[in-house]
């Protein structure tokens, strides 16, 4: 397409919200919307500057040939407008889906909030009783130890008295 009629193209119509023409987006992107009837002109208007610029045919025929070759013209715009579209509309569907994606994993991070924070405290609690368990264990230890110490102790003592009564004899 000639910049000629690319200009032409950005000039037709207004640029508006793109929320403000169906859509739900954020407002934040823009669509140049035009009327039917104002395109309709448009193509009629750049038909007739194409025309106007060729030498007239000659003879009857030369009315049909200029009539084909509106016509032809007409198609090639018309073509090359729903491709715009199109390609606008593709952008439009990729874009809101990308906005519903965003949406969504903001709703899951937003709900996985509450549940890592408690997470994140009960990790804390197993590293303060990990922490704290060598110095909760050392008195029950040294009381087993202790317990331990005065129970062979006792034993030995008792081991000693035996071994005591043997070697004595006994009176009759």
């Given at each position: 397409m000639s910049d000629h009629l690319l200009e032409s193209l950005?000039?037709?119509?207004?640029?508006?919200?793109?929320?403000?023409?169906?859509?739900?987006?954020?407002g934040t992107g823009t669509v140049r919307v035009v009327s039917r009837?104002?395109?309709?002109?448009?193509?009629?208007?750049?038909?007739?500057?194409?025309?106007?610029g060729r030498p007239?045919?000659?003879?009857?025929?030369?009315?049909?040939?200029?009539?084909?070759m509106r016509q032809k013209l007409l198609e090639s715009t018309q073509a090359e407008?729903?491709?715009?579209?199109?390609?606008?509309?593709?952008?439009?569907?990729?874009r809101e889906q990308t906005e519903r994606e965003l949406e969504r994993s903001i709703t899951e991070v937003q709900t996985l909030g509450p549940a890592a924070d408690h997470l994140n405290a009960a990790l804390?609690?197993?590293?303060n009783i990990v922490t704290s368990l060598p110095d909760s264990l050392a008195q029950p230890v040294a009381r087993v130890h202790?317990?331990?110490g005065a129970l062979i102790e006792a034993v030995r003592g008792l081991n000693d008295r035996m071994s005591t009564r043997r070697r004595t004899p006994t009176p009759n």
């Open positions: 950005e000039r037709l119509g207004e640029t508006r919200p793109a929320n403000s023409v169906g859509g739900a987006g954020d009837k104002r395109l309709a002109e448009w193509v009629r208007e750049l038909v007739d500057k194409e025309l106007a007239p045919a000659a003879g009857p025929a030369g009315g049909g040939a200029d009539q084909a407008l729903r491709n715009r579209l199109f390609r606008e509309q593709e952008a439009r569907t990729a804390l609690d197993l590293q202790s317990a331990a």
